[in-house]
């Protein structure tokens, strides 16, 4: 059984929440607080753990794993018989490498916590301005992933074409994060097309913030 | 022949400079400037190939390919009887993904121009404290990673084992740029290390900076 170290709004978690219950894989949720008692992700019995302080880490048996991406394809190589999470051609695989990586590297980072509270302590900036903040950093990685994925006929049901991938498991925890701060989804029509779809099916609806054993 | 969209001093554009020379894949340059005329890559012709607006991006024939990480990989997949850039096994591979995307994720979108810009222009952040910011977000990065380097059997003469991998390839340009911004190395040896046994291979001096056609 896999332990998952995780935090039920963290959006890099969700998606190795969902990356687990599309592939059927039993896991144990072991909660991090990303706010109390100064940040559990900062103590000693987890950063011997995870250096990087942050969530997800995956233990799976002796092996212990870090960052999100590396952990959704070690699924998907370790489990190969399950439905897999990234097409068939490398040239879709680069491509929903690309637009997972769109939102891992280009949004998600950038709108962290923990640079947020770098914004707030060292520079002092507003929280208005912080909140302005999120949001232009958000609708500008949905505007791309908008035109990539409107623009491109291997969309499909989901991101690429009919099955779920890598770059769905990345998509939806974003898109609560732009609901969570009131980010008009209005200009992006298949961002929330995919996102319906997705969240139609059970792999997604377990891992949702809303569903885990540490939600508030 | 491959199509690189590149600018000398882009650290993801970098990173795939590498990947070619080490799998012998020649490609043509074609440099965008990030700060001359508003910044060539939001102009209508890279646009509409990247809709990113952002460099690199790999033309392979009719595909398009964009994200470093991503173009990464499907070098590597293309190209396997190339010495590989991923470790044989499972776990070897998200170790190696998970120090890249230290890198990718953790440390080089927060320090990005676009980011720089907007401390800059809309938030009025005055320049020394942007240069704490990219400071800051270098050393927190580095620390992990030296912790990760140093403290793993795994590590060789590179990041992982004595094979340069996809780690290697975000390491070096990584730590260009931490030159760049004055970045105290010495408390870093294993990265000085594997930076140094990297810059002895001819595939990475020729991906440098100061090598390429439009250096200034």
């Avoid at 999100?68 to 929903?96: F, K, N």
Wanted: glycine share 4%; charged share 20%; proline share 7%.
């Amino acid at each position: 059984m896999f332990k998952l170290y995780s935090y039920f709004r963290s959006s890099a978690t969700y998606r190795v929440r969902i990356a687990l219950n599309l592939k059927g894989l039993p896991y144990e949720v072991l909660p991090v607080h990303l706010l109390r008692n100064g940040g559990e992700q900062h103590q000693a019995a987890y950063s011997r753990l995870n250096p990087a302080q942050l969530v997800p880490a995956l233990v799976d048996g002796d092996a212990v794993l870090s960052q999100s991406l590396a952990i959704l394809e070690y699924l998907d190589e370790a489990h190969p018989s399950t439905p897999s999470l990234l097409p068939g051609d490398a040239i879709g695989r680069a491509r929903v490498r690309a637009l997972a990586l769109t939102i891992a590297c280009e949004i998600h980072p950038i709108n962290n916590l923990r640079v947020l509270q770098y914004l707030k302590r060292s520079l002092n900036v507003p929280d208005n301005e912080r909140d302005n903040w999120s949001r232009h950093w958000l609708a500008a990685g949905f505007d791309v992933l908008e035109q990539l994925l409107s623009e491109n006929p291997a969309t499909g049901r989901f991101c690429h074409g009919d099955s779920v991938t890598i770059a769905d498991c990345c998509l939806v925890p974003q898109v609560f994060n732009a609901r969570r701060i009131n980010l008009p989804l209005d200009p992006y029509p298949t961002i929330r097309r995919i996102e319906a779809a997705c969240l139609s099916l059970e792999a997604f609806q377990k891992a949702a913030p809303g569903a885990q054993p540490d939600a508030e």
